[in-house]
């Protein structure tokens, strides 16, 4: 059927219904075209770089990659041996564990809404997401292996060749790998936990009362949405929070070397927070209560520790109430896909 007598067969139909359908028919008619996705409500638009468009052979290859073990040297672990989809892309760890049980030197940050993110990494330095790819698959003390070396095993495999050629036109080589797992990345949005449904969908009851109290405090007595704000609930500034007087890891400054960056981590989306436990860029501490207890106490002195963290008092009931909202963050669907 072409497409203009299929289009005038929907006339009938409403507008929402027409525009669904003709959405639907190009998604599905026409192969490895650009992939345009519908914003969650209280999201922003998804800011794509034009040099890597989203298409349905990308992720499917993205995926694909995302999940072999075989982009770490002795093809022991994966992307998501450390960035787990039951643990919203965490491991759970205070830190991962690398090839031949090498320790990470930071803490798993999850991939919830990456999409969104301007900066990666736990300090922020790294500008694109496509180019983080690369970082884990170089540390020695992750997959400790070389992209282009990736690429070559990648190539003795038809499977891969043949979708690399349908994704990208190409062998498989450096820029089809980061784009494709980037592209994959991407599609890893969250955004149906039981504060969306109150917050975006009117959904009055998917709150109870604890929850909503805890809400109150978090917006407004102790201003936490001063870093942790919008749909995403992080600002993404680079900041100390005075977890420590000395820190072992400088943080920013280790690229910038400068020393007002010491110490200073990039803002974590609190979405799925229950569960991506321990905390911090070093996980350091094991619960919820755990990091509020660092807030409540203004945090350690540090020349650096932004003006923001200051001392506040929580009474035990406030605290419960702050933790249940926290933990109405989660969405459950996202970790069971």
């Given at each position: 059927m072409e497409?203009?007598?299929?289009?005038?067969?929907?006339?009938?139909?409403?507008?929402?219904?027409?525009?669904?359908?003709?959405?639907?028919?190009?998604?599905?008619?026409?192969?490895?075209?650009?992939?345009?996705?519908?914003?969650?409500s209280g999201f922003p638009k998804l800011v794509v770089p034009k040099e890597?468009?989203?298409?349905?052979?990308?992720?499917?290859?993205?995926?694909?990659?995302?999940f072999d073990k075989m982009l770490s040297r002795d093809s022991s672990i994966s992307c998501a041996s450390c960035h787990n989809p039951k643990y919203a892309f965490t491991d759970?760890?205070?830190?991962?564990?690398?090839?031949?049980?090498?320790?990470?030197?930071?803490?798993?940050?999850?991939?919830?809404?990456?999409?969104?993110?301007?900066?990666?990494?736990?300090?922020?330095?790294?500008?694109?997401?496509?180019?983080?790819?690369?970082?884990?698959?170089?540390?020695?003390?992750?997959?400790?292996?070389?992209?282009?070396?990736?690429?070559?095993?990648?190539?003795?495999?038809?499977k891969y060749v043949e979708l690399s050629k349908k994704a990208f036109g190409e062998e498989p080589n450096p820029k089809v790998i980061s784009n494709a797992i980037a592209s994959y990345e991407r599609t890893l949005?969250?955004?149906?936990?039981?504060?969306?449904?109150?917050?975006?969908?009117?959904?009055?009851?998917?709150?109870?009362?604890?929850?909503?109290?805890?809400?109150?405090?978090?917006?407004n007595k102790l201003n936490c949405s001063s870093c942790h704000s919008g749909f995403n609930f992080s600002n993404g500034e680079i900041v100390n929070t005075g977890l420590y007087?000395?820190?072992?890891?400088?943080?920013?400054?280790?690229?910038?070397?400068?020393?007002?960056?010491?110490?200073?981590?990039?803002?974590?989306?609190?979405?799925n927070i229950s569960i991506t436990y321990p905390y911090m860029h070093d996980g350091n501490i094991k619960t919820l209560e755990g990091v509020i207890d660092h807030y409540i106490k203004g945090g350690e002195k540090n020349p650096n520790k932004d003006?923001?963290?200051?001392?506040?008092?929580?009474?035990?009931?406030?605290?419960?109430?702050?933790?249940?909202f926290l933990k109405c963050l989660t969405d459950s669907s996202f970790i069971a896909r």
């Open positions: 497409v203009k007598r299929y289009i005038k067969s929907l006339m009938l139909f409403n507008k929402k219904v027409l525009l669904f359908l003709i959405i639907t028919f190009f998604f599905f008619s026409f192969k490895n075209k650009t992939i345009f996705f519908s914003v969650p890597n468009p989203i298409t349905s052979e990308k992720i499917r290859l993205g995926k694909m990659l995302f759970q760890l205070k830190k991962a564990k690398g090839i031949k049980d090498r320790t990470v030197s930071r803490n798993t940050p999850t991939l919830t809404n990456i999409a969104y993110n301007h900066s990666f990494l736990r300090d922020g330095v790294n500008p694109s997401l496509e180019a983080q790819v690369i970082v884990p698959i170089h540390e020695k003390n992750e997959f400790d292996f070389h992209i282009l070396l990736v690429a070559e095993r990648m190539k003795k495999n038809k949005i969250s955004s149906n936990s039981r504060f969306d449904q109150y917050n975006f969908h009117g959904d009055s009851l998917a709150l109870n009362a604890s929850e909503i109290r805890g809400m109150k405090l978090f917006y007087e000395k820190y072992n890891d400088v943080g920013k400054m280790r690229v910038t070397l400068d020393q007002s960056d010491n110490g200073k981590f990039k803002v974590p989306t609190l979405r003006e923001r963290i200051k001392a506040f008092n929580l009474s035990k009931l406030q605290k419960q109430d702050l933790i249940a």
